[in-house]
């Protein structure tokens, strides 16, 4: 089961553009962290849970692994 996300991967579980999450992201809607000495955003797997289901998304699939 996976436990970090990159941006892209994120967008395609939930359905919207790499630059949707990437604006939730710099915003603090959607908690994570930067990879050190780059841009590269990455999402833990509880934290895009919390922002799927605060947005009404839903989260079988990625709760079933």
């Given at each position: 089961?996976?436990s970090i996300f990159t ?38 797997r509880a934290a895009l849970i919390e ?15």
């Amino acid at each position: 089961m996976k436990s970090i996300f990159t941006t892209g991967e994120a967008a395609e579980i939930c359905g919207v553009s790499q630059q949707t999450i990437i604006r939730c992201f710099d915003s603090g809607r959607l908690k994570g962290f930067k990879v050190p000495g780059s841009k590269f955003r990455r999402i833990p797997r509880a934290a895009l849970i919390e922002f799927m289901k605060e947005h009404n998304i839903p989260v079988d699939e990625l709760e079933s692994g």
